[in-house]
């Protein structure tokens, strides 16, 4: 297989199968605990407002609804998983890939943490690092729980694309 089709192939399975893994994680935590996840339409209404110069919002869920936006929203969600993969394989190389290790993925994985801390929830208006959500800790906590299962969701689904993609 041609290495660029191979790159993107193991970037798609394992970036779709580890946001999967991150998605059944919430599912988990809101069926055992009552905790509410990130509403998806919240982060489809954000985008829809770029366009028309709108980056941040004191309530995301006040803003006017966008047309699509639970779709939106969900589609982002699986596109930056894919996209985080995709820089994974860029720094470990096709060979972690074919052979990978659970530690550089679970690192990478609590690392993409700063994207909601810095760019998501300031964006929706709960500030930096969820800062002026009622319960900034457990906020950051879950956060980090979250995407700590992102980044064993790239292991194992590095481990699974292995299995199917031989080099």
Request: hydrophobic share 55%.
């Amino acid at each position: 297989m041609d290495e660029t089709l191979e790159f993107l192939a193991r970037t798609l399975l394992v970036g779709a199968g580890a946001t999967a893994v991150m998605d059944a994680w919430t599912l988990f935590i809101k069926r055992c605990f009552g905790t509410v996840p990130l509403d998806y339409a919240m982060v489809g209404r954000w985008i829809g407002h770029l366009p028309r110069g709108r980056f941040v919002h004191q309530a995301i869920a006040r803003a006017a609804p966008v047309r699509g936006e639970r779709a939106i929203g969900w589609g982002a969600h699986y596109a930056i998983g894919i996209a985080f993969a995709a820089m994974l394989l860029a720094i470990a190389g096709l060979e972690w890939a074919r052979r990978p290790t659970v530690a550089l993925p679970l690192v990478f994985g609590v690392l993409t943490v700063a994207a909601p801390f810095f760019v998501l929830q300031p964006a929706l208006g709960a500030g930096i690092a969820a800062s002026r959500t009622p319960r900034p800790g457990a906020a950051r906590l879950r956060s980090l729980m979250t995407h700590a299962s992102f980044g064993l969701g790239l292991a194992l689904s590095a481990w699974l694309q292995s299995l199917v993609l031989r080099a």
